[in-house]
C-alpha cells in the first residue's frame, strides 16, 4: 500500500518553488527528525524519484532506540536488587534477564545462557539462581506492577488487562504445584489428563503509548 501526496509549485515573478507534502503517516514510521535531517533525492527514471537518507542518519536512530531501550530496562532491572538476597546473584539474574530478550527460539535457560554469551562457561551458578531462595519473586513482580501502574496516564479512567493461561507438562512426582489436570489440546470426544503446572500470566496495556509504539 502506497501512501498518495501531491507536487505544488509557488511561482513569483523572478523564482518558482515546488513542494511535495510528506505524509505524516510514513514521517512518523520512519523516525523523520524535523528541521535535523537532510535527504537526497536520486531519479531513477521518468516514473521513480528515490529519496535516500544519509548513512550517519539511520545509525544514530538505529543507537538511540537500542540505549534507550537497554537505559529504560536497566533501570527497571536495578529496582529489584532489593528481592535478591546477593549482589551477584543480583547480577546473574541481570544477565540471563538481557539474554531473554534477545535469545532466538524457545525461552528457555538454556536460550538464555546462549544469547548472553556464556554456553561456554560452567552452568552450575545459572541453575542455582533458580533453586531455594536466593530471589523473592513476589517483590521482584512488585516492581514491575508498580512501574507499570506509574506509566499508564492519569487521563485513562480504565485500566486494561490481559489474562492468559498456560499448561506445562512435568514427569517428577515432587514438583511444586504439579498436579493431575485435563489436557487442553486432547481430543473433544474423551477427556485426557496429564501430570503438569499451569501459570497464568497477566499483562497491563500502555494505551496512550500504543499508537507511539505502532509508528
Not at 513542494?19 to 527528525?33: D, G, H
Not at 501502574?149 to 492468559?164: G, K, N, T
Not at 485435563?182 to 496429564?194: E, V, W
Amino acid at each position: 500500500m502506497g501512501y498518495l501526496t501531491k507536487i505544488k509549485i509557488i511561482k513569483r515573478a523572478k523564482s518558482e518553488h515546488w513542494y511535495v507534502n510528506f505524509p505524516a503517516a510514513l514521517a512518523q514510521a520512519i523516525e523523520f527528525q524535523q528541521g535535523e535531517e537532510v535527504v537526497e533525492w536520486i531519479i531513477e527514471d521518468h516514473q521513480r524519484l528515490v529519496l535516500q537518507r544519509s548513512d550517519k542518519s539511520v545509525r544514530d536512530l538505529k543507537k538511540t532506540a537500542s540505549e534507550n531501550l537497554k537505559d529504560i530496562f536497566g533501570t527497571v532491572f536495578l529496582q529489584c536488587k532489593a528481592a535478591f538476597t546477593q549482589s551477584r546473584t543480583w547480577k546473574r539474574a541481570f544477565e540471563l534477564a538481557e539474554g531473554l530478550l534477545v535469545c532466538m527460539g524457545r525461552s528457555t535457560v538454556t536460550g538464555m545462557i546462549s544469547a548472553t554469551g556464556q554456553q561456554f562457561k560452567d552452568w552450575s551458578a545459572i541453575y542455582r539462581l533458580f533453586r531455594g531462595v536466593r530471589m523473592n519473586t513476589e517483590r521482584l513482580f512488585s516492581v514491575i506492577r508498580k512501574n507499570v501502574a506509574d506509566a499508564i496516564s492519569a487521563d485513562e479512567r480504565e485500566i486494561y488487562a490481559h489474562m492468559d493461561d498456560t499448561l506445562f507438562r512435568k514427569s517428577g512426582t515432587k514438583v511444586e504445584g504439579a498436579k493431575w489436570m485435563r489436557d487442553p489440546l486432547g481430543s473433544p470426544f474423551q477427556t485426557n489428563l496429564i501430570w503438569g503446572q499451569r501459570f497464568i500470566q497477566l499483562s497491563l496495556s500502555l494505551c496512550h503509548m500504543m499508537d507511539t509504539w505502532r509508528t
